[in-house]
């Protein structure tokens, strides 16, 4: 029912403008959320193409296409450009688009405010990459930029650098504000809090997460600005200050990021898993409760990444506690996708295939993340290609390929045709298969000893690299099949019903597809 | 654009048309930092800043102009009734998460204070558990306010610090007058408020009116301690870490105190143009938020930077 | 796009790789268990960890594939309607929090015990430098024995001019000295940037912080040589600064002591003997490919604006004074080290000297190492 009076008010409201002003002016939560999507996509595969100069450069022992300098600058483009600009934008689109539709809102709270926070970006990550023509080249510490290295030692596009962050900070905050404005004020009459789907209760989380957390990140970048053109001395001992304060400041925020750039994952395939299992999600409520609390631990383990800087003791083991804590509530979502499978009906459609991926895969990284909890075996681990498999585990096939399910997932509702099956599958097996030859190995790397963050290695981590590069050229040129497909998709092909898959839950799947330029006008009546 | 629906009993949540607004201010805003970044650095290059000062001015006009017609725009929509109690209530909701953003914004810097009082002084003083560190800098001795820096040749000492004089000169204390300032003035904007409640506007406009003068006065008075402390005491930001935090942590809140106030500032020619109903008084409430806030961001700073 | 034919090529060998066994066997696949008790305790630490992982793992796997094959559509299966069960949910909550337990006991010992770096024997101070680490031996009698630890690969190996040695990026031309089975403790600081010294045989990884500094120890108790590298990125040759030591038997190190100690006093005797231009110049000329031809490059043309050319500068071409004083005292907020505590008077003399009448200069002029030591004195 509530379909039909979603589909009674469209006409009240006319379709969208015509013409390039249409993305430039919108108000729309579906324009904007296609806009940060795109945006995410464009950003990953500059990411990607940052990537595959470093794995081109490390296929083989000594320097053959770039030298040490640009290298250090690919490596923190590839993570500052992954993390800000292709993985946190994707999220925020599906938010834009899912989030009004899964509650039954006519849009999201403040929808102009809404096209300032995704415009902010383009610009922003323009002003980033700009600092790659610049005389003093990119930014080259690092997507940590520990100081003093970011700070008096820096080149001089890091002033760039600084307010480049400073804004992409801003368009962050403010697409929290709405989206937790939009979640807490809009629901349609009868979506209680604990009605709400996984990804709107997760995304809640995610944006509290992101204004708690951004702010702090804008004081870290500020102190820099002032100990590089004030004279302030925040990180410099000379002055009374230290190094490794500016850590402490960036981990307090690092880390939550790093769960912010998770925990919409964890809502994606919270969705998809039941759909395709025919079968309620197991266990709704503590997936709520394990949500939360990995949020709060999120904000007592950052100096996980400082075991090495030399912290007392009582601080050491302090941090060791509380982050293998975090194996806890992780566990009960893992154990409450599976159960859901269990003793259920499955099929196994491109998004089901990615989100099993998922699961098995995010897994693997949550155990090595578990195992690099440990401080003293961290002491081994620390800055090798342990931790950079570790990351891309739970980054690559976890965040990036819960955002490709969500896409398979959806499509036919945004666009109101069904993709390709066969080539969605062909994409998930090259993903899937190229992801772990890129990655599996580095794990080897990193107990052997090779250090992350370097151009150049000793002869024993010659093999594992040339097999760890030939991954990265299978799984990244195999995304350009995925825009393919979704290029195809958009374009046409076969006619998507409104419930798309076979019964799945959520207001969603009650408005047509293509989803009409305005839903919801009206709010529908959830019993 | 009726916000009655007669269908059922819903109000319809008002979706604004397109805007320019939007990509307007994110071009301004860019241009002005893009700007701000080539000034800084042509400065410290000691080359010609000209274009790049231009260019960042152009861009805070810029987002000047966009946001000046945003508001405006949004009290027209207002004032005909467009907006929804419930879009009200989302304006509500995104003013507390703003707040409280700006809350995390200052505990980075309070946390970044405690940490090198309670830790990285005494460390590089040799106590506590890094204490081996003293052997780097074998005449420092750890002290708060640092009166004197490890390496005084790189960071020059203050002079003196800001501290508390105890209560025999505790009359000369521009601190203490700032806190008795800000406090009051905390107090007049609430007579405001109630005032507008009650649909007193006459004492509406001197209270507000007043907030507005103390913050003002606050503010000349910051300004008179900043020159004190560089001319008198020698505390400059150059001066290692106590300088660094305390002009770090005053400097960020005199900012917020001169946005408050320009806020309320505005709402005071609002109520001489007659806006805001008793009921219906968002951005008044709103403004009066924020002062509060930075009141109490105040006590904090006169508690554990200039006291303690 | 280079990369496409290296490609091919990688397949092939990495094809050939995997189905040649001595090569697998190459391949280690684990961290090393180390020569020291600690390095042992991690590594059983970190067995502990992953063992405790793959359990896990199989079990949560197990199930999966199980659900996977069993509960398709395709083989008609019909989804049952449970979805909830508070008895499952506090068992898998409870269960693996105590197995955390069950790691957290023997990780507190370990860590406990490395934090102990008391009763040491011998007190090494490891200073990093952008991009070489020094080690200064901290005994109170005699001569006091302090050298810099410099990469030894040639660029011709580097930029795949020539065969790669064995210790390819692993070698230095002088690695630290410690006797076995002694506690040594080592003092880790940095002159300029964050830097990490590692060593993997002896579970050693502490980062070098500018203004502080740090404890760590070692019992090593196989004399041999171990390679390690810098793990904290600190800039351009972060991957170029590796950690040799040498461990060896007692007396075979109170040998090489006393024999430091020696030269450390012959060095001191030589700044006061006299030096030709064309001495000093020859020497200058292999002290600054060590030390300043990384930044300002080997033909002295450098890197601007971040590292300036030194052919035609008006400080390299300027008052000698003034050139000495810059290599001595750095420069403060730039990359320009100060050379004074990482040179003898001679090298400083000598690079002095080869930079005004080489890289296409020629000044003329010199500067003897005498000179240099009134100057430091005069500072
Ligand atoms: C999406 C991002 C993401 C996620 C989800 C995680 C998850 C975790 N991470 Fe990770 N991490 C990163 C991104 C992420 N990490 C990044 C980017 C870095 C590097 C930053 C840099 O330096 O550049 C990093 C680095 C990093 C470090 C620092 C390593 C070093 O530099 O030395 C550590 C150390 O503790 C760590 C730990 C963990 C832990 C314990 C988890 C846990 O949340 C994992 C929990 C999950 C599981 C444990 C698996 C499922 C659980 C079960 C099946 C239950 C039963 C299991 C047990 C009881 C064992 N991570
Ligand atoms: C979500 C974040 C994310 C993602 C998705 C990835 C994806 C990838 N990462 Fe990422 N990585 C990080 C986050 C991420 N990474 C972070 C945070 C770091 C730490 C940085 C630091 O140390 O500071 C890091 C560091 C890092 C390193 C270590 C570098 C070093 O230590 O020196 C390496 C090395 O192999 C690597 C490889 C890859 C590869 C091969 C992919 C692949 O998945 C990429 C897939 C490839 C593509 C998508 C290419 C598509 C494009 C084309 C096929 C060509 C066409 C191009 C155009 C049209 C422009 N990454
Ligand atoms: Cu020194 Cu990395
Ligand atoms: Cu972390």
């Not at chain 1, 631990?297 to 083991?317: C, D, K, Q, R």
């Not at chain 2, 629906?5 to 048309?17: K, L, R």
Request: hydrophobic share 50%.
């Amino acid at each position: 029912m509530a379909h039909d009076i979603a589909h009674g008010h469209d006409d009240h409201h006319h379709g969208p403008a015509k013409g390039i002003t249409r993305w430039l002016y919108t108000t729309n939560h579906k324009d904007i959320g296609s806009m940060y999507l795109w945006f995410s996509f464009a950003m990953f595969l500059l990411g990607g193409a940052f990537a595959l100069v470093i794995r081109a450069e490390l296929f083989q022992p000594g320097l053959q296409f770039v030298e040490p300098n640009f290298f250090n600058q690919m490596t923190t483009m590839h993570g500052l450009v992954m993390v800000f600009g292709a993985v946190m934008p994707a999220f925020v689109g599906l938010a834009n688009w899912m989030v009004p539709l899964m509650i039954g809102a006519p849009d999201m709270a403040l929808p102009r405010m809404n096209n300032w926070s995704f415009w902010i970006l383009p610009f922003a990550f323009a002003m980033l990459a700009s600092t790659l023509l610049m005389e003093s080249g990119a930014p080259n510490f690092g997507w940590t930029f520990y100081a003093p290295l970011s700070t008096t030692y820096a080149p001089a596009s890091v002033t760039f650098f600084i307010f480049a962050v400073h804004i992409m900070g801003a368009s962050s905050i403010m697409g929290s504000i709405n989206i937790i404005a939009t979640i807490i004020n809009m629901r349609a009459p009868g979506m209680t809090l604990m009605k709400m789907p996984l990804f709107v209760w997760t995304w809640l989380i995610t944006a509290y997460l992101l204004i708690a957390v951004m702010p702090v990140l804008a004081g870290v970048v500020t102190m820099m600005l002032f100990d590089i053109h004030f004279g302030t001395s925040f990180f410099s001992a000379a002055g009374g200050g230290d190094p490794v304060l500016f850590q402490h400041v960036f981990w307090f925020f690092g880390h939550p990021e790093v769960y912010i750039m998770i925990l919409p994952a964890f809502g994606v395939v919270s969705e998809i898993i039941p759909t395709f299992s025919r079968k309620k999600l197991f266990g709704y409520d503590s997936m709520v409760y394990a949500t939360s609390s990995i949020a709060f631990l999120s904000f007592i383990v950052w100096a996980h990444h400082m075991f090495t800087t030399g912290m007392p003791l009582a601080g050491e083991l302090f941090f060791m506690y509380s982050t293998m804590l975090i194996a806890v509530p992780t566990g009960v979502k893992v154990f409450n996708w599976i159960t859901t499978m269990f003793k259920g009906s499955l099929t196994f459609e491109t998004p089901m295939l990615f989100s099993i991926a998922f699961v098995v895969l995010f897994t693997m990284g949550g155990f090595t993340g578990l195992m690099l909890a440990i401080a003293p075996a961290d002491f081994q681990y620390h800055d090798t290609y342990f931790v950079v498999a570790h990351f891309h585990y739970v980054l690559v096939p976890g965040a990036v390929f819960s955002i490709m399910a969500a896409v398979y997932y959806w499509l036919p509702k945004w666009t109101g045709h069904m993709y390709d099956e066969t080539l969605g599958k062909l994409h998930f097996w090259l993903s899937f298969v190229g992801i772990n030859i890129l990655f599996f190995p580095q794990h080897f790397l990193g107990l052997a000893g090779m250090p992350r963050r370097i151009p150049d290695y000793a002869l024993q981590f010659a093999d594992f690299n040339m097999i760890s590069s030939i991954g990265a050229f299978i799984f990244g040129f195999s995304q350009l099949l995925f825009l393919f497909i979704v290029v195809k998709t958009v374009i046409g092909g076969k006619k998507a019903t409104a419930q798309v898959w076979d019964n799945p839950e959520g207001l969603e799947w009650t408005v047509d597809s293509p989803a009409p330029y305005h839903t919801f006008s009206t709010p529908p009546l959830v019993k | 654009m009726a916000n009655k629906d007669t269908a059922n009993g819903y109000e319809t949540y008002y979706v604004p048309e397109q805007s320019k607004f939007p990509i307007w201010a994110s071009f301004g805003m860019a241009l002005m930092v893009f700007g701000l970044g080539g000034l800084l650095n042509d400065i410290k290059a000691g080359v010609d800043a000209t274009v790049s000062g231009w260019m960042a001015f152009l861009g805070f006009f810029i987002l000047g102009t966009v946001l000046y017609n945003w508001f405006a725009t949004q009290i027209r929509e207002n004032h005909l009734g467009l907006p929804s109690a419930q879009l009200k209530r989302s304006y509500v909701y995104g003013m507390y998460w703003f707040i409280f953003s700006e809350v995390m914004f200052f505990s980075a810097f309070f946390g970044a204070l405690f940490y090198v009082r309670f830790f990285v002084v005494p460390w590089l003083g040799g106590e506590g558990d890094k204490g081996v560190s003293s052997m780097l800098w074998p005449d420092f001795t750890p002290t708060w306010p640092v009166v004197s820096n490890p390496n005084p040749n790189l960071f020059t000492n203050p002079g003196e610090s800001m501290e508390w004089p105890g209560f025999g000169g505790a009359l000369s204390y521009l601190p203490l007058w700032n806190t008795i300032l800000l406090l009051s003035s905390s107090v007049t904007v609430h007579i405001a408020h109630t005032a507008l409640k009650n649909e007193n506007r006459q004492q509406l406009k001197i209270w507000l009116g007043i907030t507005v003068l103390l913050g003002i006065v606050f503010l000349f008075l910051q300004v008179e301690e900043y020159m004190h402390a560089y001319h008198e005491l020698g505390l400059t930001l150059n001066s290692g870490i106590y300088g660094s935090t305390f002009f770090l942590l005053t400097g960020f809140h005199g900012f917020h105190v001169t946005l408050g106030a320009f806020m309320l500032a505005v709402m005071w020619f609002r109520v001489m143009k007659g806006h805001f109903k008793p009921e219906d008084h968002f951005g008044f409430e709103a403004a009066s938020w924020y002062w509060h806030f930075v009141d109490v961001v105040w006590v904090c700073l006169f508690l554990f930077v200039y006291i303690f | 796009m280079l990369t496409r034919n290296k490609l091919g090529l990688g397949m092939l060998t990495a094809v050939l790789a995997l189905t040649s066994t001595e090569l697998f066997a190459a391949w280690d696949l684990n961290m090393m268990e180390g020569i020291t008790e600690i390095s042992r305790e991690t590594y059983r630490l970190h067995m502990l960890i992953f063992g405790i992982c793959v359990i896990i793992g199989l079990g949560v796997y197990g199930v999966l594939l199980y659900s996977l094959i069993k509960f398709r559509k395709s083989k008609g299966a019909v989804a049952s309607s449970f979805h909830h069960n508070t008895k499952l949910e506090v068992v898998w909550t409870v269960i693996p929090f105590v197995i955390l337990i069950g790691m957290a006991i023997p990780s507190t010992r370990v860590l406990t015990q490395i934090y102990d770096a008391s009763e040491s024997e011998i007190d090494i101070l490891v200073t990093g430098y952008q991009w070489r680490w020094q080690y200064q031996y901290l005994s109170d009698e005699g001569e006091d024995v302090s050298f810099f630890s410099n990469l030894t690969t040639p660029d011709e190996q580097i930029y795949n001019l020539a065969e790669k040695g064995e210790n390819y990026l692993l070698e230095v031309d002088e690695p630290l000295v410690i006797p076995v089975n002694t506690k040594v403790r080592f003092l880790l600081t940095s002159a300029d940037v964050i830097h990490s010294w590692w060593v993997p045989e002896f579970a050693v990884k502490k980062d070098a912080i500018p203004g502080f500094v740090n404890e760590s120890w070692v019992i090593a108790e196989q004399p041999g040589i171990y390679r390690g590298q810098c793990t904290e990125l600190c800039g351009q040759d972060h991957g170029f600064m590796p950690v040799v030591v040498r461990v060896v038997e007692q007396d075979e190190y109170d040998a090489w002591f006393s024999e430091k100690q020696a030269a450390a006093a012959a060095i001191a005797e030589l700044a006061n003997q006299d030096f030709t231009l064309e001495q000093l110049v020859e020497q200058g000329q292999t002290v600054y490919n060590t030390y300043c031809s990384a930044c300002h490059q080997p033909n002295g043309q450098g890197l601007p604006p971040a590292f300036p050319a030194l052919t035609g500068s008006p400080i390299a071409t300027g008052a000698i004074a003034d050139h000495a004083n810059v290599v001595l005292n750095g420069v403060p907020g730039t990359a320009m080290p100060a050379f004074r505590n990482q040179l003898n008077p001679v090298d400083i003399a000598a690079v002095i000297t080869f930079e005004r009448n080489a890289l296409g200069n020629s000044v003329g002029d010199m500067i003897t190492p005498v000179e240099i030591l009134q100057l430091l004195q005069a500072q």
